[in-house]
C-alpha cells in the first residue's frame, strides 16, 4: 500500500452537478497532484498543490478546481459536471514539487460516473 | 510538442519467457522517464526510473528498462515472466510546465503472461 486514501471509493452524479473528491496523503508527503484517467487512457494530468498552493496545471477548465489543505490533504471540486467527466481520479502526493525527481505515489482513485 | 507513446495496446507472453514492452518519448531537453504499473482496481504503483547515468535501470519486482537516447526509446523489460505480471503499464516522461514539472503518462500497455 501507498499510503495515499482517497474518498470515496465510486460516486455517481448527473450531468450539471458539482462534486467534491478527497485525498489524504502519505505521512510527511507537501505535494499532492490530480490526475484523470479516462476508460482506456493513461492518466491526464489536472493540477498540481504544493504547500497549499497551485503549482502547476494541466489543460483542464476552470470549473476544475482543487485545495490542500494545511495536512497536507487535498480536495479535487468539479462543478457543472459533464459527461465526458466520467473517469477515475487520482490522486498522488510525493515529497517536493519536482515531480521529475520525487517519486509520486498513488491512490486507489475515485470512479466517477456521470449520468 | 511533448509526448509518450505505447505503440501496443496489448503484449501477451508466455510464462518464463522474457518480456518486452515498448515506449518512445518526444521531450525537449533531457527526459527524466518513468514507468508504473496498475493493477485492477489499484492505483498507479512506481516501477523504476531514468534520470541520468547508467543506460539501464533496475526497478521492482525483477523490472529493468533501457534508455536508448538516439532512438527515444525506454523499454520496458524482464527476463521471465510471470502470471501475476499481468497488468496494465504506463510509461511517463517528464514535461515542462509553467513553474511546475508534470508527468506525461502514454496510452497504457496491457500485459498477459499466459501460464
Known amino acids: 500500500e501507498t499510503g495515499v486514501t482517497q474518498s470515496p471509493t465510486h460516486l455517481i452524479k448527473t450531468r450539471g452537478q458539482q462534486v467534491t473528491l478527497r485525498c489524504s496523503s502519505q505521512s510527511g508527503h507537501n505535494t499532492v497532484s490530480w490526475y484523470q484517467q479516462a476508460l482506456g487512457q493513461g492518466p491526464q494530468f489536472i493540477f498540481q498543490y504544493y504547500r497549499e498552493e497551485e503549482n502547476g496545471r494541466g489543460n483542464f477548465p476552470p470549473r476544475f478546481s482543487g485545495l490542500q489543505f494545511p495536512n497536507y490533504s487535498s480536495e479535487l471540486n468539479v462543478n457543472a459536471l459533464e459527461l465526458d467527466d466520467s473517469a477515475l481520479y487520482l490522486c498522488?502526493?510525493?515529497?517536493?514539487?519536482?515531480?521529475?525527481?520525487?517519486?509520486?505515489?498513488f491512490g486507489a482513485g475515485t470512479r466517477l460516473s456521470v449520468l | 510538442a511533448q509526448s509518450v507513446a505505447q505503440p501496443e495496446d496489448q503484449v501477451n507472453v508466455a510464462e518464463g519467457n522474457p518480456l518486452t514492452v515498448k515506449c518512445t518519448y518526444s521531450v525537449s531537453g533531457n527526459p527524466y522517464l518513468f514507468w508504473y504499473v496498475q493493477y485492477p482496481n489499484r492505483g498507479l504503483q512506481f516501477l523504476l526510473k531514468?534520470?541520468?547515468?547508467?543506460?539501464l535501470v533496475k526497478g521492482s519486482y525483477g523490472f529493468e528498462a533501457e534508455f536508448n537516447k538516439s532512438q527515444t526509446s525506454f523499454h520496458l523489460k524482464k527476463p521471465s515472466a510471470l502470471v501475476s505480471d499481468s497488468a496494465l503499464y504506463f510509461c511517463a516522461v517528464r514535461a515542462l510546465y509553467s513553474s511546475a514539472s508534470k508527468i506525461i503518462f502514454g496510452s497504457g500497455t496491457r500485459l498477459s503472461i499466459r501460464p
Open positions: 498522488a502526493s510525493s515529497l517536493g514539487a519536482q515531480l521529475a525527481k520525487n517519486i509520486q505515489y
Open positions: 531514468y534520470i541520468t547515468g547508467d543506460n
